[in-house]
């Protein structure tokens, strides 16, 4: 089972985000910068099923050179290698970036070995196009769900079963293998890299491949913060005095 | 030069959502004087009984692999259909199911996808050339707004939930249903094989009242209070993802931006800072009350109510003082 894992480089604050003077982006010195939940549960899966199944672990992302850091946390976590295609600072549209995720994967697998299984996040946390996976595995031709919850391999079979949760229920799907998928938080509890993974990524190797980039056709104008009603917030009290104000609001909505 | 619509059909009809974009793309076309058309997968009949459409043809996308959901046969199916019909705008929900199907059939026509607009207009048309539009749309969740332009000669949008209110689209009239028959062949697709419904009583997204925890609660036992108070006010119980995180709930309890948005009458949030990642999830709700020991967490400066105190003492206070209350109404009674 070889498996790749697409990851964004984004910022980790949680933190109302200070947007650059002229709106054109978010003002990212000072900050820290992680992968979304969804794609960390994503790279946590691949480690578990290659290491259940036997196989590696690639790791790929588009941004700038720093996020190269981002892969390294992966690796740290238990990936094999990372892949950083570099596009720059400036975030593509989501059809840019999924010609050059696609791309990349095409050269990685013309040297070397197919990817059983593509995995990205449902959604990118800052960006939220929900698309970048599904134009990546249909310029690849794989099938792709999303919002996946629970991944079952059948190795013998070459197939794959992916769960995911609906507001009725639960959906099972099938898919041959190689296959594509989106997964969200809650597929597993990602570890935290252990000391010796952290030495292994401080000296793994990342390979490096510069794409063409072609101009998108979603052209950013400006980022703005929402109107947001001011509050008063209005103190009920303080510790367990408070109960009693507590309940009389209870009692206007008429739940108690 | 015209509007297309993807309809969602529910227990109810057109879903809620789909009223929403069926909405935003009549206030588009009315701009524009152009017709608004719109295609839906499954029974056409149905959609056009449940009314209030107003539009000038509905598609019915027809092939016995549609039956059952698949995000690639649906996808492919949609991107056929307006290969055919050109239209210069698609407009779908923000459903996980509409925004799926909307992105499969724009990557299939190489066409762009704008996800999670609140706004859209025409930007400019000349002749010959392709439409630019404006729109704006919602990122990391709804915290940042982003205005965008978009060349193309197909657009893809999709309405981000809740940022259009469902007008009523005028009085009822027949509308015409037009059966398409897509060629499947060969689409390599995934399938649905199983599908359980669950009965799941309250919800955290559909619960009146939200009860949530987060690190300050301490422990997973530290929830039985919260618990407790949700069940003696007919809610739910929810957290943040540092309780997630810690294995004290489910993730399924989580709310936020990678968990459930939520809307209900009133949030109670135990011991959770509002970080941006949770306040999306909660942002919605009609009144927020905060219970935290630090008065200048940003949750406790945007809430309705604020408590400041410690969630070990304060939730336990209020399920005690329900307890007195109800059952000083009995015994009165
Ligand atoms: C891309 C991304 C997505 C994310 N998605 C989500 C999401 O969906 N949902 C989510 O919740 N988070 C999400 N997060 C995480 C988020 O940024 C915060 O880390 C998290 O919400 C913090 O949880 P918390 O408020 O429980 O903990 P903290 O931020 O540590 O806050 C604890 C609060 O409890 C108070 N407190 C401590 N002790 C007590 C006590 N005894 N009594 C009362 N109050 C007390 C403290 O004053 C503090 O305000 C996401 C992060 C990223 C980067
Ligand atoms: N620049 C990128 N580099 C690598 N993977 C990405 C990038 N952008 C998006 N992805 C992947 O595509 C998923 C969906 O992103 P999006 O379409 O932006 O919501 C993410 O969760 C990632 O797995």
């Given at each position: ?123 990118s946390p800052d960006a939220g196009h929900y698309q ?125 | ?73 649906w996808g492919e199916s949609l991107h056929q259909l ?252």
């Open positions: 089972m070889n498996i790749l894992v697409c990851v964004k480089r984004v910022r980790a604050s949680g933190g109302t985000p200070q947007l650059s003077a002229d709106g054109g982006g978010v003002d990212t010195r000072n900050l820290a910068f992680t992968v979304g939940p969804h794609e960390e549960c994503a790279v946590e899966e691949a480690i578990r099923i290659a290491g259940d199944a036997g196989g590696r672990v690639t790791v790929l992302t588009a941004g700038p050179p720093e996020a190269d850091e981002q892969l390294r946390y992966a690796i740290s976590m238990g990936a094999d290698h990372g892949v950083l295609v570099d596009t720059g600072d400036t975030e593509l549209d989501p059809q840019a970036t999924a010609a050059a995720l696609a791309d990349a994967i095409r050269t990685l697998e013309a040297d070397g070995a197919t990817f059983d299984l593509i995995m990205f996040g449902n959604e970048v996976g599904i134009r990546v595995a249909c310029a690849l031709s794989r099938a792709m769900v999303g919002g996946v919850k629970g991944i079952d391999i059948d190795q013998a079979d070459g197939r794959a079963r992916f769960r995911r949760e609906v507001p009725a229920g639960v959906e099972v799907y099938e898919a041959a293998l190689p296959a594509a998928v989106g997964v969200k938080e809650g597929l597993n509890l990602p570890r935290y890299p252990s000391m010796r993974g952290r030495l292994r990524a401080r000296k793994a190797e990342v390979r490096g491949i510069q794409p063409e980039v072609a101009p998108g056709t979603l052209r950013r104008i400006r980022l703005r913060h929402p109107e947001e009603a001011g509050t008063q917030t209005v103190v009920l009290g303080h510790g367990a005095d408070a109960a009693p104000a507590v309940v009389d609001l209870l009692e206007e909505l008429e739940v108690v | 030069m015209h509007a297309l619509v993807m309809i969602e059909l529910d227990g109810d009809g057109v879903s809620a959502s789909s009223r929403e974009t069926l909405t935003l793309a009549h206030r588009l076309a009315g701009e524009l004087g152009e017709a608004v058309e719109a295609v839906v997968f499954g029974d056409g009949g149905r959609a056009a009984e449940s009314g209030g459409l107003a539009v000038s043809r509905l598609h019915q996308l027809d092939h016995p692999m549609l039956a059952t959901y698949s995000p690639e046969l307006i290969a055919r019909l050109q239209p210069s705008i698609v407009l779908g929900p923000g459903s996980d199911r509409g925004l799926e199907v909307m992105a499969q059939a724009a990557a299939r026509a190489d066409a762009p996808l704008v996800a999670n607009c609140t706004t859209i207009s025409l930007d400019r048309r000349a002749n010959g050339d392709p439409p630019t539009w404006t729109l704006t749309r919602a990122r990391q969740g709804g915290l940042l707004l982003e205005d965008a332009a978009v060349t193309a000669p197909t657009t893809f949008a999709s309405t981000a939930a809740g940022a259009v209110e469902a007008a009523s689209l005028g009085s009822l009239r027949e509308v015409p249903v037009e059966s398409f028959t897509p060629e499947l062949d060969g689409v390599v697709h995934t399938q649905l094989v199983d599908e359980t419904t669950q009965d799941s009583g309250v919800t955290l997204a559909t619960a009146r009242i939200v009860v949530s925890g987060g690190r300050g609660v301490g422990s997973a036992e530290g929830f039985e209070p919260l618990e407790e108070l949700a069940k003696l006010t007919g809610g739910a119980v929810g957290c943040s993802r540092v309780a997630t995180n810690n294995g004290w709930r489910p993730h399924s309890d989580q709310v936020g931006q990678t968990g459930t948005k939520i809307s209900p009458d009133l949030y109670i949030a135990c011991g959770i800072s509002g970080a941006t990642q949770h306040w999306v999830g909660c942002m919605n709700s009609k009144a927020i009350l905060a219970i935290n020991t630090d008065p200048e967490a940003p949750l406790l400066t945007r809430a309705t109510y604020g408590v400041i105190g410690d969630v070990g003492e304060v939730v336990p206070a209020i399920v005690d003082e329900i307890h007195r209350r109800t059952l000083g109404n009995r015994q009165s009674a």
